[in-house]
């Protein structure tokens, strides 16, 4: 079986220090203590991060993502740093390609011109006595200055700072030297130059890199509250974000953090983008701050605004709540989850009805008809039947990027390097035509056309949250729970906003039942038969919380008690535009909506993988055959971890569709030497 990550790589303990370089010790040896789990090793720091076999960008790409792994858990951030270093990469290629055009060298990008003239361009390429090893030191000394530029506040800066120098040491190059004199043909004095560059133009490309990329008008309408006590306090507008205030609070990237949420990007629809284009801009006035939304969705589904659609609101909400229950894997349900029964979604619902026809609220999963056949092979995918709760679980966790992870559009690079370049049966032909491409040539148009979707991406999906400012299930689910039922209005417990019934799922506390309470007290109150929460486990690694009836003000996502849901609205999910952003642009430059192979895999080993409890209870082996499948797969496990209703997801899938298409054609553009 073929893994999409060599050994290690889903680690969660103390692993996290040296993560980067038991990529390269786990992968050559076959070490580790399991397939996609934890380990606990000590290696010398000073090993160095570098494969001498591969591309230049491929080994400052590798670095770039051990960094992201120890840095604060910022997926816009590290959207915009993986897309700037790919464009410094591809430059400095470019430079020296005869018809490629550059992006930043010698271009103005909204007004901001790196300068540079053919007659420079022109002395350098003919001045070069061999391109490709130009273009290697171009790259390393470009990107070991711009790296050590964006990570200089992480958390992690010691570590990748040893990083950083100990791949340019075994590349040959000396970390002290500085010049930006390129006049004489030195291609790593043009890219510190470069790298100047980009640096500067990050320090006014709105994202307010220099004050630590805070915003600096956004407010929450509604008061921090601690899901570890009963309901949600503090929430005046069930239509608007609600930040949580944890006992403990601990990123997705496993660093300690403020107890009290503050929003992450509110305002990042006003960075300057790749691809995206005014056309598709839209520019919507809060409290005196303007917020710039692309291929603006109009507004989710709300529950007490003017032209609302409370119903609508209580569906999407309550189908969380409904999902929570397939995370058990003791409930006797299995699954197929091989290709040839999961994935090839049918084409994606377009309004509230298609929407409800597409999801399966109570049984889980959507309307898909799976693959007759491995294209590569021509044989059927073979049956791999699991416990629903198994699979449902380890995708939550999978997908959750988190703890120690690279955040989502750092995931699809993993995923691009290791599922697509590294593959043995993968030919690197752009677009899947023409000869075959050097692995330098090949990494650098994969990275700048990856890189630009997964940033405008965070721009789209990331204005559209600042802006809309949309609410989060464990609030939404909560507050609808205090009310009441919304079913009948002849029954107890009455509310026209609160939670629909659902026998057997969503019901109303009646005497003698186990959670009325000593006194009665929590007679009337809406109860929900779910995940029953962190406050269920004693010990992760030994035990589960299981499904049962809990009271509804309790509701809990599958997630960390010092995690719970993420710093930042949800609407529109952002895993979903980055996923299908991904996805799209894979198919695209490869040439083929599979993976190689027919299949892309990942192994969760038995009572190892899972972090938040124990788990799962079988081996998992999470199978997709297309780029498309694996996106549409992380979209649902956003439902199952209780962090996105459905109408986060298909407004972010659309996007991520939409957006994949502009970076394409922009990235083409410029292989081609076109304006």
């Known amino acids: 079986m073929r893994e999409i990550y060599p050994k290690g790589v889903r680690g969660y303990t103390a692993i996290r220090t040296f993560y980067s370089l038991l990529l390269i010790i786990l992968a050559a040896s076959g070490l580790g203590c399991r397939d996609g789990g934890s380990a606990i090793v000590s290696m010398p720091s000073e090993f160095p991060l570098y494969d001498s076999a591969k591309s230049a960008a491929r080994n400052w790409n590798e670095a770039l993502l051990s960094a992201i792994r120890v ?4 997926p816009t951030v590290h959207a915009r740093n993986l897309f700037h270093s790919s464009a410094l990469m591809y ?14 060298l010698g271009q103005s990008v909204d007004g901001f011109t790196c300068e540079f003239s053919d007659e420079q361009r022109n002395m350098l390429r003919e001045g070069s006595r061999d391109r490709n090893r130009d273009r290697a030191r171009g790259i390393s000394y470009g990107m070991y200055r711009l790296l050590s530029h964006r990570f200089a506040q992480s958390p992690g800066s010691a570590i990748s700072s040893e990083r950083f120098d100990a791949l340019l040491l075994a590349q040959g190059y000396d970390p002290g030297f500085t010049s930006r004199d390129f006049s004489q043909g030195d291609a790593g004095a043009l890219g510190l130059y470069l790298a100047d560059c980009i640096i500067a133009f990050g320090l006014q490309d709105g994202s307010n890199e220099q004050n630590g990329y805070r915003d600096m008008s956004y407010r929450p309408v509604n008061l921090p509250f601690d899901p570890a006590k009963p309901g949600v306090p503090g929430l005046f507008d069930p239509d608007r974000w609600q930040p949580l205030d944890l006992a403990v609070s601990i990123d997705q990237s496993g660093n300690p953090i403020g107890s009290e949420q503050r929003f992450l990007g509110a305002e990042w629809g006003q960075v300057v983008p790749f691809a995206l284009s005014e056309d598709d801009l839209r520019i919507y006035e809060r409290d005196g701050f303007q917020y710039p939304v692309y291929h603006d969705p109009a507004a989710p589904l709300l529950l007490r605004a003017a032209g ?92 959750a990027d988190g703890p120690e992870s690279e955040t989502p559009p750092g995931h699809w690079f993993t995923i691009a390097n290791t599922a697509v370049s590294d593959h043995p049966a993968f030919e690197k032909r752009y677009r899947g035509q023409g000869p075959l491409l050097d692995d330098l040539e090949w990494d650098v148009k994969l990275y700048l056309t990856l890189g630009g979707a997964m940033h ?12 809309y400012d949309y609410v989060r299930p464990v609030s939404a689910i909560r507050f609808m729970s205090q009310l009441g039922q919304s079913s009948d209005p002849g029954l107890e417990s009455y ?45 992760s690694r030994r035990d589960t919380a299981g499904v049962g009836w809990i009271l509804g003000e309790n509701w809990w996502p599958y997630q960390r008690p010092t995690f719970v849901t993420p710093p930042f609205a949800g609407y529109v999910s952002g895993h979903s535009t980055f996923s ?46 297309t780029y498309r499948d694996a996106s549409d797969q992380t979209s649902l496990s956003r439902i199952w971890g209780g962090i996105h209703p459905p109408v986060d997801d298909i407004p972010g899938r659309m996007l991520g569709i939409e957006v994949a298409n502009d970076a394409i054609a922009a990235a083409d553009l410029l292989f081609q030497g076109l304006e």
Not at 92 to 102: F, K, M, N, P, Q
Not at 508 to 529: C, M, Q, R, S, T
């Open 308 to 399: 609302s659609n409370p119903a609508g609101y209580q569906w999407t909400h309550s189908l969380v709540a409904l999902w929570s229950q397939h995370l058990d894997p003791a409930d006797g349900v299995t699954w197929d989850i091989s290709p040839g029964s999961i994935g090839n979604t049918d084409s994606l619902p377009r309004n509230l009805e298609e929407m409800r026809d597409f999801y399966d609220a109570l049984d889980g999963g959507v309307r898909e008809s799976g693959h007759a056949l491995n294209p590569v092979t021509g044989g059927e995918y073979e049956e791999q039947l699991v416990p629903r709760g198994d699979y449902t679980r380890v995708l939550a966790e999978f997908w």
């Open 91 to 104: 430059d400095v290629w470019a430079l020296y390609d005869e018809t490629s055009r550059t992006f930043f």
């Open 580 to 625: 299908r952003a991904a996805a799209e642009v894979l198919s695209s430059i490869t040439g083929s909506a599979f993976f190689p192979g027919g299949m892309g895999e990942f192994l969760a080993r038995k009572n190892e993988f899972l972090v938040f409890e124990q788990g799962p209870s079988v081996d998992v082996v999470l199978q997709w055959a």
């Open 71 to 74: 840095d604060l858990a910022r």
């Open 495 to 539: 509310h026209p906003e609160g939670l629909p019934l659902v026998p057997g799922r969503i019901e109303v506390v009646g005497a003698g039942d186990p959670l009325a309470g000593a006194n009665g007290e929590h007679l009337g109150k809406i109860k929900l038969f779910v995940w029953r929460g962190p406050g269920f486990i004693q010990d």
């Open 456 to 467: 405008d991406s965070a721009i789209t999906a990331w204005g559209i949250k600042g802006w």
